[in-house]
T-cell receptor, first 113, second 116 residues
Framework: EAGVTQFPSHSVIEKGQTVTLRCDPISGHDNLYWYRRVMGKEIKFLLHFVKESKQDESGMPNNRFLAERTGGTYSTLKVQPAELEDSGVYFC???????????FGSGTQLSVL | AQSVTQLDSQVPVFEEAPVELRCNYSSSVSVYLFWYVQYPNQGLQLLLKYLSGSTLVKGINGFEAEFNKSQTSFHLRKPSVHISDTAEYFCAVSEFGGTSYGKLTFGQGTILTVHP
């Protein structure tokens, strides 16, 4: 069974540019989460999808971040325009049932210069 | 709201020695408790979890943790570590009975380095 896949693994962009991160969850997982780890800080929750609906987006930093989950399958996280403080590792995770049973992708390392 | 504190940012140990990684949490509600591990260039992997019942929880790779409600702690232990245990370990909580089970609050992480 394929795990959670994230693309790209690394992205280097300049301030003001747009970047789109993609996450393919484990097939059949209705729950999809985005997390972010800024260097030196803890991993923080961004948002939660149940199928194609946003269940909780309380962790999204501001309106420069837009997350979508088309048809309840893969998800994208767009940052537009990117700022220096957006640099970090963005993790995607998916789950089927049960508290905290998350399966994480390897993350996208985003560097904004 | 919850918060998690991992008391050690780095823990160096020698191979076959015992290790304890400390985790304390704060919450106004009951929580579920987890330990995740991240090996180099990989995603986080669930080591073990406490949902209810016995306060001593056994996980993968010989790790165990004990939930202490009075001290609000969930320390991770292993009696004898191996080189392959070198990784970063994260303690996390989520709200008991909440609608978003996967909305985890993480600690800052502890880097465990096992030396030969």
């Amino acid at each position: 069974e394929a795990g959670v896949t994230q693309f790209p693994s690394h992205s280097v962009i300049e301030k003001g540019q747009t970047v789109t991160l993609r996450c393919d969850p484990i097939s059949g997982h209705d729950n999809l989460y985005w997390y972010r780890r800024v260097m030196g800080k803890e991993i923080k929750f961004l948002l939660h999808f149940v199928k194609e609906s946003k269940q909780d987006e309380s962790g999204m930093p501001n309106n420069r971040f837009l997350a979508e989950r088309t048809g309840g399958t893969y998800s994208t996280l767009k940052v537009q325009p990117a700022e220096l403080e957006d640099s970090g590792v963005y993790f995607c995770a998916s789950s089927q049932l049960g508290p905290g049973e998350l399966f994480f992708g390897s993350g996208t390392q985003l560097s904004v210069l | 709201a919850q918060s998690v504190t991992q008391l050690d940012s780095q823990v160096p140990v020698f191979e076959e020695a015992p290790v304890e990684l400390r985790c304390n949490y704060s919450s106004s509600v009951s929580v579920y408790l987890f330990w995740y591990v991240q090996y180099p260039n990989q995603g986080l992997q669930l080591l073990l979890k406490y949902l209810s019942g016995s306060t001593l929880v056994k996980g993968i790779n010989g790790f165990e943790a004990e939930f202490n409600k009075s001290q609000t702690s969930f320390h991770l232990r292993k009696p004898s570590v191996h080189i392959s245990d070198t990784a970063e370990y994260f303690c996390a909580v989520s709200e008991f009975g909440g609608t978003s089970y996967g909305k985890l609050t993480f600690g800052q992480g502890t880097i465990l380095t096992v030396h030969p």
